[in-house]
């Protein structure tokens, strides 16, 4: 287990073990602004011991949100109460990273504890945007097509949120481009149906995301560590898959990209997914043999699973998702008296 509690510095930035805590909606916000249930969130888990902290999914837009009451990063009145939690993070020896995110067609949904149905306009909703206008399921209502000027407004704020990251304290950047949200409606081709430079070719499907990467890149710190989430594959016939990921990764590699975050799925409601214990980490093995650093995720529930990817080089970092909600403390609990024993806070030493 020596690789889980190794140190990983990109660029000037060292994160203390390879275990990250992966983004996920907290659907606790009002106006997109943080607040205490944040702050207590994302602070235990770093004092639970995780390297990297990375705050769920930060709209750059109103319109970019899954449901109202996601965090935003779209103004700088969001800045104040995002500094708050990155400088409890940092006082605990972790990182503190945020997703930028535009939801695209999967916009304006109620909470999943409501339901997860589309909002319509009428009901606290608003009208949503994709590369086409195709909604997610039949029975949704139908995004409008977004045009040159509007691709070019939402690059621009995706730029934007960017910059709020690096001034809110941040040391992590992830562009969200999984999950069927807006960069991956652009990749797939059974989303993106355009017949302009932003879709058909696979060199025209990836333009978008390679121009939020460059505008993204001109105002976050050249020696901050910039991340990139894929969604692998579709797990559809005809769809994105592992192959165009691949190819992908290797043009992120030499754009400068500092590591993929390799999730699936999420673009397609009706496909079938093999859901199972570790069951994307395949996905990062094969992404990490283009050169550049992956973070596998997926139900990875153990440390003799974390230990494993990590020793066979299937990933650079593990990301957990749901085990870090069910106990915030598993690094420090899931590595004690190994010879990787993750470094507990003075004030819960008595504990151990």
């Known amino acids: 287990m020596i690789k889980i509690n190794q140190p990983l510095t990109i660029k000037d930035i060292t994160f203390k073990n390879r275990i990250g805590m992966s983004p996920m909606c907290q659907y606790s916000s009002i106006d997109g602004f943080a607040n205490d249930w944040h702050y207590i969130h994302y602070g235990s888990r770093a004092v639970g011991g995780a390297g990297l902290i990375m705050v769920e999914a930060s709209a750059v837009t109103p319109e970019g949100r899954i449901t109202p009451n996601d965090l935003g990063i779209w103004s700088d009145l969001h800045i104040p109460e995002f500094q708050r939690i990155t400088q409890y993070i940092h006082l605990q020896g972790a990182v503190a990273g945020i997703q930028i995110a535009h939801a695209g067609r999967k916009a304006s949904h109620n909470n999943p504890a409501n339901g997860g149905n589309q909002l319509s306009e009428t009901n606290r909703g608003w009208q949503t945007v994709a590369p086409s206008p195709l909604p997610f399921t039949e029975d949704e209502i139908a995004p409008n097509k977004l045009d040159k000027k509007g691709i070019k407004i939402i690059r621009g704020q995706f730029k934007a949120a960017a910059g709020r990251a690096m001034k809110a304290g941040f040391k992590v950047v992830e562009i ?91 673009n397609i409601s009706t496909a079938k997914i093999p859901v199972a214990p570790g069951y994307q980490v395949p996905l990062s093995e094969a992404v990490r043999k283009t050169g550049i650093r992956t973070a ?43 010879e990787s024993e993750i470094k507990w806070p003075i004030q819960y030493k008595r504990a151990k």
């Not at 994105?240 to 390799?262: A, H, P, R």
């Not at 230990?307 to 990301?319: C, G, P, Q, R, T």
């Not at 085990?323 to 915030?328: D, K």
Request: proline letters at 4%; charged letters at 25%; hydrophobic letters at 40%.
């Open 176 to 266: 969200h481009a999984a999950h069927g949200y807006l960069i991956h409606e652009f990749l797939s081709p059974l989303s993106n149906q355009r017949k302009d430079k932003y879709g058909g070719s696979f060199e025209n499907r990836i333009r978008f995301l390679l121009e939020v990467i460059e505008a993204v890149k001109s105002v976050w710190p050249k020696n901050y560590p910039l991340f990139v989430r894929l969604s692998a594959t579709d797990w559809v016939e005809g769809g994105w898959n592992l192959e165009e990921t691949v190819k992908l990764s290797e043009i992120l590699y030499k754009q400068g990209v500092d590591l993929v975050d390799c999730s699936s799925g999420g």
């Open 296 to 338: 596998a995720v997926g139900l990875i529930t153990s440390i003799e699973q974390i230990s494993e990817i990590l020793e066979n080089e299937k990933a650079d970092m593990v990301f957990l998702g749901r085990e870090l909600l069910r106990n915030p403390y598993f690094p420090l609990n899931s590595t004690l008296n190994t």
